[in-house]
């Protein structure tokens, strides 16, 4: 009897283990600022920096993430419940690795690309993210400078998109 009140222990025992691994797991958005089902607007994300062509970009990487991710509705202006601002702070582009036999010509650099991302609540006016969100991402430079960073364009967007989206939905850890 004995070693059957111990297997018994044992079970309980381990049950409670599991269950108690589970006790801070959370079912939906874990961000209680936006609450899930809530519609977006995508504003005009304004570019302050010299690079062309940022704007679009990250807008329309947004609009993509927003969608993809599902956590909120993407709308138009009429029936939003969160208007979604920025303005791209910063371009930078800084050497990483430099060719072997040419020290002075650089191989791979790494292109950072900072916006202030603002989410304003339409009906109250209340500012629920106000933050700095920084994405980066590395490029191999080629023959053309404008080539490779044409083609890391779209990599720092959905990077950049994917974090914001990301801060909406969960939080600012």
């Excluded at 006790?23 to 936006?34: C, D």
């Excluded at 329309?60 to 969160?82: M, Q």
């Excluded at 920025?86 to 650089?106: A, H, W």
């Excluded at 430079?141 to 939905?169: M, W």
């Amino acid at each position: 009897m004995t070693r059957l009140a111990s297997s018994w222990f044992v079970l309980f025992f381990a049950l409670f283990l599991l269950a108690s691994g589970c006790a801070n797991y959370r079912i939906g958005v874990a961000n209680s600022l936006i609450p899930a089902g809530y519609s977006i607007q995508v504003g005009l994300f304004q570019n302050a920096t010299p690079q062309p062509g940022l704007s679009e970009s990250v807008n329309g990487s947004i609009r993509r993430e927003l969608h993809r991710d599902g956590t909120f509705k993407l709308a138009d202006a009429d029936d939003c419940d969160v208007l979604l601002t920025g303005k791209i702070t910063s371009y930078q582009r800084s050497p990483v690795s430099f060719r072997p036999k040419d020290t002075l010509s650089v191989r791979d650099f790494v292109v950072e690309l900072s916006t202030h991302v603002k989410a304003t609540e339409k009906s109250s006016g209340k500012l629920l993210v106000d933050r700095l969100v920084t994405s980066r991402t590395t490029v191999r430079l080629g023959d053309d400078l404008a080539s490779a960073e044409r083609q890391a364009l779209p990599l720092l967007s959905s990077d950049l998109s994917k974090r914001i989206v990301a801060l909406l939905a969960e939080g600012g850890w």
